[in-house]
């Protein structure tokens, strides 16, 4: 029989490290934390990859829209056309950044 607490605490440990944890490229990069439109992400930018988190809950209406304006915000970047790819609650592009 397995111990309850154990249980409950690496439960809690578990959900708590993916609220704001970026994929083994982006974890060297710094985070940036941006609102849009009431929209929570936490941006980072590795070379010409940037990629958002969607922070808070909501609905899924115009949250791409509100990503590809925090990646902008958060990098002063440009996100190249047709490269932003994801879900409401992770998104990945291509960014240009003017030398």
């Given at each position: 029989?397995?111990?309850?607490?154990?249980?409950l605490?690496l439960?809690?440990?578990?959900a708590?490290a993916?609220c704001?944890?970026?994929g083994?490229?982006?974890?060297?990069?710094?985070?940036?934390r941006v609102t849009?439109?009431?929209?929570?992400?936490?941006?980072?930018?590795?070379?010409?990859?940037?990629?958002?988190?969607?922070?808070?809950?909501?609905?899924?209406?115009g949250?791409?829209?509100?990503?590809?304006e925090?990646?902008?915000?958060?990098?002063?970047?440009?996100v190249?056309?047709?490269t932003?790819?994801?879900?409401?609650?992770?998104?990945?592009?291509?960014?240009?950044c003017a030398?």
């Amino acid at each position: 029989m397995t111990n309850p607490v154990r249980f409950l605490a690496l439960a809690a440990v578990a959900a708590l490290a993916g609220c704001d944890s970026p994929g083994p490229f982006f974890a060297p990069a710094p985070a940036t934390r941006v609102t849009v439109d009431g929209s929570e992400f936490s941006v980072r930018r590795r070379n010409e990859k940037a990629q958002a988190i969607r922070l808070n809950r909501e609905r899924r209406d115009g949250v791409m829209r509100r990503a590809h304006e925090a990646i902008e915000i958060a990098t002063g970047c440009i996100v190249v056309p047709g490269t932003l790819r994801g879900d409401p609650a992770l998104v990945r592009a291509t960014v240009y950044c003017a030398p």
